[in-house]
Structure formats: structure tokens, C-alpha cells
């Protein structure tokens, strides 16, 4: 009951404050929808009529940009790591990558592939690819060496090492770098999209609700673009706890 009452109240205060900036002035109407206008606009956002096909869009392009990020980034995270000292160019060149704002890669992305879908799906998976590949780096990096050295005097397998040992060390590491980068995904597909101009996604909608008087749809279309950022960490979260049962021992 506490807990069910602290995320009741939590969403309470924040449409409460939300609500009482609105009367007290402190926001004008022009700027900012109030919460039931933008809660109305869910059904819009919602029906297919309207932006329904703008929202799968979005889901669509941000979980292939995320399923294409998973191997490739594990792929070249263990193949740089594998290679050991002559792999620290390559480990610079994704870091200085990973350092570089997302955003500032769009252009050169839209130089590549275009004004088209192929644009904000392989700028979120680039991205994604990057964190998920330095999270495995670091699971790789940070292994337990007595784990692995008790595997050898065992005389286990390479095979068995690495399904048992190698495997289950760097398993928390990767999801880390998976719940980063699904939402890494979300974000550049949704930004991309407001960029571009493109015919269908949550960011066109966002963007083009920025020139009307729409106001309730701009913020319900941001809220949802939450709520799929929130329920694809949720997914990642269960997931984890089913594959990672060892995690904490």
C-alpha cells in the first residue's frame, strides 16, 4: 500500500504543481497546454486518423535501430578487446565517437543516406552500437581473473569457459550498456525526425505542432514519447532480472 500510494502521489504533485504554475501565471497558455487539455489530446495522438501511425513510426525505427545495435556492439566490443594492446586505437576511435554529441552526427548522416527512413534508423543504431560496445569492452575489462583462473584448474573447456564463466561475468555490464542504449536509440530516431521533416514519426509531430496553436498535442505527443522510453527500460529491466538471476552474488 505504501508503495502503490508513493507512485499515486508522485504523478499527483507533479500535475499539481504543473496545474497551479498555470494559474498562478507564472507560464503563459501560449507556452505551456495545462494537464486535462493535455490529456485530452492522448486520443488524438492515439487515433488512426491522426498520429497513431506517427507513434508506430517511431517504435518501429527505434526498436530496429536498437536491434541492430545490440551484435554489431557487442561484435566490436569483443573484437577490440580481443586483440588486446593493438586494439587501443580502435578503443579511442569508439570512445572519441561516444563523446561526440548525437545530435551533431545527424548531418553527416543525412549526407550519407539522404532524407529518408534509412536516416534516423542508422543514426540510433550507430549511437546505440557505440554505448553497447563500451559497456562489453568494460564487462571484458573487469572480469574476475581468480573465477576465471579456478575455471582453468579445472580444466574446463574453452567452450564451457565461456558459457560459464566468460559469459555470466560480462552479462551486467552489457545490459547496462543496453538500457543506455535503447534509450539512446529513442532519443536520435525522435530527434532525427524533427530534423529531417520526414512523413511519419513523433518528432514531425512535435515539430510541427511547435508553428500552430495546438498546444495539447505538442505535450501529448512528448508525454508519449515518454511513456515508450519508460516502458522500453521496463522491458530491459525485466528481462535482465530473468537472464542476470546471478546478479549481486
Do not use: C
Amino acid at each position: 500500500m505504501k508503495r502503490a500510494g508513493a507512485w499515486l502521489l508522485m504523478p499527483l504533485i507533479v500535475i499539481g504543481v504543473w496545474q497551479l504554475s498555470m494559474y498562478a501565471g507564472l507560464v503563459s497558455p501560449a507556452v505551456l497546454a495545462t494537464p486535462l487539455e493535455t490529456l485530452r489530446a492522448v486520443p488524438r495522438i492515439l487515433s488512426p486518423s491522426q498520429n497513431l501511425g506517427d507513434l508506430w513510426s517511431t517504435v518501429i525505427y527505434s526498436s530496429l535501430a536498437f536491434a541492430l545495435s545490440v551484435p554489431s556492439g557487442v561484435v566490436a566490443g569483443v573484437a577490440v578487446f580481443g586483440v588486446g594492446k593493438a586494439g587501443r586505437p580502435w578503443e579511442f576511435l569508439l570512445d572519441f565517437l561516444r563523446s561526440v554529441p548525437a545530435t551533431a552526427l545527424v548531418p553527416v548522416f543525412l549526407i550519407i543516406f539522404g532524407i529518408n527512413n534509412n536516416t534516423k534508423l542508422m543514426v540510433g543504431a550507430f549511437s546505440s552500437a557505440l554505448v553497447v560496445a563500451m559497456a562489453t569492452m568494460a564487462g571484458l575489462t573487469t572480469r574476475n581473473r581468480t573465477r576465471i583462473g579456478v575455471a582453468q584448474l579445472y580444466g574446463l573447456s574453452w567452450r564451457e569457459q565461456l558459457f560459464y564463466v566468460e559469459v555470466p561475468e560480462i552479462l551486467p555490464h552489457i545490459f547496462v550498456g543496453l538500457k543506455a542504449g535503447i534509450s539512446l536509440a529513442l532519443i536520435l530516431v525522435v530527434v532525427t525526425e524533427m530534423l529531417i521533416g520526414g512523413d511519419r514519426g513523433l518528432g514531425r509531430v512535435i515539430s510541427d505542432m511547435r508553428y500552430t496553436d495546438d498546444k495539447p498535442r505538442l505535450y501529448a505527443a512528448i508525454a508519449l514519447t515518454g511513456v515508450i522510453g519508460y516502458l522500453y527500460n521496463l522491458g530491459i529491466r525485466s528481462f535482465e532480472s530473468r537472464v542476470v538471476h546471478w546478479k549481486g552474488y
